[in-house]
């Protein structure tokens, strides 16, 4: 399939670019997206939740009333979960909430996106750019003259940039990643999808 590249100023430069149907033009499997943005978004946890349990509080162990005749539940301690200020009844602990997931279900999931968006017309090649040096004024004036400024973007480098990369860090609704560090929930996440002309080589390179 054949898409056409505009150039930095938002008009067409007459050059066509070929994207492969095995990547951007395949039959969307919505499970392996679901496993692949589950891992993602599990691995971005910290897992360094803690509460402190009745071994772990402090007070006194002394034993409260005596255990029978008084015609309530038999108590030993104040340090109890059932008491205020006692410890937290199976609270949480620090875990690693991240899982394995194979490499093909991945790809798969990248592959599944990327024909999403290609498919809803939100994915846009374009020519090669670079800045002389890091300013976020010139990032914003490339994407209002491809009429994406008001949009969520999700730009596609080839390799790092710092230039480029620092341009677009104080933008909330953009974001720059390298071909390499292209993930299923970026893609997703983003309204519009834009590649660099060498971006669309390096990403068929990593995912064929």
Not at 30 to 38: M, P, W
């Amino acid at each position: 399939m054949e898409l056409s590249v505009i150039n930095t100023s938002g008009k067409e430069t007459g050059k066509k670019v070929n994207l492969a149907e095995a990547i951007y033009s395949i039959e969307p499997n919505d499970h392996a997206i679901y496993l692949d943005v589950k891992q993602y978004l599990a691995n971005q946890r910290q897992g360094t939740h803690k509460s402190k349990e009745r071994n772990e509080v402090s007070g006194s162990t002394k034993k409260i009333k005596k255990q029978k005749g008084t015609g309530g539940a038999r108590a030993g301690s104040l340090k109890s979960g059932v008491f205020v200020g006692g410890g937290r009844i199976f609270g949480p602990r620090p875990r690693n909430y991240s899982f394995k997931l194979n490499k093909k279900v991945k790809q798969l999931a990248r592959k599944s996106a990327l024909t999403y968006k290609l498919k809803e017309s939100n994915l846009v090649v374009i020519e090669d750019f670079n800045f002389d040096a890091p300013k976020t004024q010139n990032y914003v004036s490339l994407l209002e003259k491809i009429s994406l400024a008001s949009a969520k973007t999700l730009v596609v480098i080839p390799e790092n940039n710092d230039n480029i990369f620092l341009s677009s860090r104080n933008l909330k609704n953009s974001k720059v990643v390298t071909a390499s560090d292209l993930n299923t929930y970026d893609v997703l996440n983003a309204q519009k999808l834009v590649l660099l002309v060498s971006s669309v080589e390096k990403i068929e390179s990593i995912l064929s």
